[in-house]
């Protein structure tokens, strides 16, 4: 496993732009699929985009294409997540995950966790 620590979030009006960051500790981080996951009150955690270990294939949650875009940077173990057009039902709290295979909408296929951090949409 690698250790996992998102930043980047905070209060945003509808229509405007966060970048989330997760940095990652190990050696290892390069050989890791990494996916973004959300968490709104009172729903269950979904899927929001994974990016393969070369970020030479990206996977997104429908409702999230053309607004969100997730890349890496393998030399700095940082994964991003550019949110643009925010709405409020993007609100909610953002967990970085990893795994080692292939992409994967299923939370329970990954097995290190950051923290998450708040993402707060106004309108």
């Known amino acids: 496993q690698v250790q996992l620590v998102e930043s980047g979030g905070g209060l945003v009006q509808a229509g405007g732009s966060l970048r989330l960051s997760c940095a990652a500790s190990g050696r290892t981080f390069s050989s890791y699929t990494m996916g973004w996951f959300r968490r709104a009150p009172g729903k269950e955690r979904e899927f929001v985009v994974a990016i393969t270990w070369d970020g030479g294939h990206t996977y997104y949650e429908e409702s999230v294409k053309g607004r969100f875009t997730i890349s890496r940077d393998n030399a700095k173990n940082t994964v991003y997540l550019q949110m643009n057009s925010l709405k409020p039902e993007d609100a909610g709290v953002y967990y970085c995950?990893?795994?080692?295979?292939?992409?994967?909408?299923?939370?329970?296929?990954?097995?290190?966790w950051g923290q998450g951090t708040q993402v707060t949409v106004s309108s």
């Open positions: 995950a990893g795994r080692l295979g292939t992409t994967s909408s299923y939370a329970s296929m990954y097995n290190s």
